[in-house]
């Protein structure tokens, strides 16, 4: 099967940008020759990403108890264990969502895209993509009974995305729409770092890949980011090598039940750049006819290191794109659009470096 995705760039997400109007237009400027799709940049209460489910999707809910609030002196999380600890509340079986405010903003943001792409500001044929959290991530809140709480949680979670995914098809023209599915916690969770998880690590990924992705039409591309957090610092876990993400990356293509058009497996730091076990495991990645983006763009030492890290990957993989490491909205740094310049820069860079990256 012919891929549906040829670019050399993913944008993951997020954006330095002040609004989504303002990653649009510098989405469109910068990266527009380089990649398939537009991410709206993820701006505003969307920057902590999946805090936004957090507070706006389950603090809400009246079966929701906040068992314990952040200890962080400012009251906004400074990583995964300082966040809220929601529970169930006793006696609810079932909990039942009405909208995904994820949603929405998607919706609006789409309309926006559209605009700027009838006034020739976005180049056509580029999709509009949107980055959907899998279950994990979205509700990782669930800290203070998990065994009992998450199953509870996932199941109307699961029934909200399925009822929103529709909502999403029905506003946005499917033959303009990318979605990608962003894992991080379930990284870690088979990983088996995160602490307050139970057993069942691989099904809260490998359920979700087989009953969530089928519902998305054909039409729409898919694709899934595989990554380790960048909560509060890049990676929230230093995987040994690419056998994790491996694993999930071959699974997710052979049972998602419909084509998987792209695959983003993050990338090690900058010192593992030519650790060549790190990369060794990309050997046994089966990709079919997804676009493989390898997240190995780092703002930490710019073309020498990707280069590094791409001529490593070479020797196990033979034609895959580039990515940031995970979304860099959040990325330090004083000017945003000095920050997406500079990403254009590296990224562009292997243009000028096929030798050395296939060496």
Request: proline share 8%.
């Amino acid at each position: 099967m012919t891929s549906r995705v040829t670019s050399e760039l993913l944008l993951v997400g997020s954006l330095p940008a002040e609004s989504t109007d303002a990653a649009l237009r510098a989405g469109a400027e910068l990266f527009g020759d380089m990649v398939f799709a537009l991410p709206d940049g993820e701006t505003g209460p969307r920057a902590a990403w999946v805090g936004y489910e957090r507070e706006r999707l389950t603090r809400p809910h009246p079966d929701v108890v906040v068992v314990q609030e952040t200890e962080s002196p400012t009251g906004i999380p400074r990583h995964a264990y300082e966040t809220p600890v929601f529970a169930i509340r006793e006696g609810v079986s079932e909990l039942h969502f009405d909208s995904w405010p994820r949603i929405d903003d998607a919706i609006a943001s789409y309309r926006q895209f559209r605009a700027l792409r009838d006034e020739g500001v976005i180049p056509a044929g580029l999709r509009f993509q949107v980055g959907l959290p899998f279950p994990s991530s979205a509700l990782n809140a669930f800290k203070a009974d998990f065994g009992a709480d998450y199953p509870v949680a996932e199941r109307g979670f699961e029934k909200l995305v399925a009822r929103e995914l529709e909502r999403l098809t029905r506003e946005v023209p499917p033959e303009d729409l990318a979605i990608q599915w962003d894992c991080a916690y379930e990284t870690q969770d088979i990983e088996g770092v995160l602490a307050w998880t139970s057993e069942g690590a691989w099904e809260r990924f490998a359920g979700p890949v087989t009953r969530l992705t089928r519902l998305v039409p054909e039409p729409v591309l898919v694709g899934y980011h595989l990554c380790y957090g960048t909560f509060p610092e890049w990676p929230m876990y230093e995987a040994r090598d690419y056998a994790v993400l491996v694993r999930m990356a071959n699974f997710a293509v052979a049972n998602s039940g419909r084509t998987v058009d792209w695959l983003h497996l993050a990338g090690p730091r900058y010192l593992r750049s030519e650790d060549r076990s790190f990369f060794r495991p990309l050997v046994d990645l089966e990709p079919g006819p997804a676009r493989v983006f390898l997240g190995i763009v780092l703002p930490l030492d710019g073309v020498a290191g990707l280069r590094r890290r791409h001529a490593t990957a070479s020797r196990y993989l033979d034609d895959f794109g580039v990515a940031m490491y995970c979304g860099f909205g959040r990325q330090p740094g004083a000017d945003g659009m000095e920050t997406m310049r500079e990403h254009r820069r590296v990224a562009r860079s292997l243009r000028s470096a096929a030798p050395e990256a296939t060496a």
